[in-house]
């Protein structure tokens, strides 16, 4: 939610200079990880 709230303030600042006609907002998780070495396949998780 706070991402949104973020959004619309900094689009209520900019419609002070230009008209908005609409907002398209995608929320998605990356790992930045995999980008960095795409080599990386699975993840393992320490029990122990």
């Not at 209520?12 to 795409?38: G, H, Y």
Request: hydrophobic share 40%.
């Amino acid at each position: 939610m706070h991402r949104v709230e973020t959004t619309m303030t900094w689009v209520k600042r900019l419609m002070k200079f230009c008209p908005v006609a609409s907002i398209s907002m995608e929320l998605v998780r990356f790992d930045t990880q995999l980008i960095q070495n795409p080599e990386i396949k699975g993840y393992r998780v320490s029990t122990g």
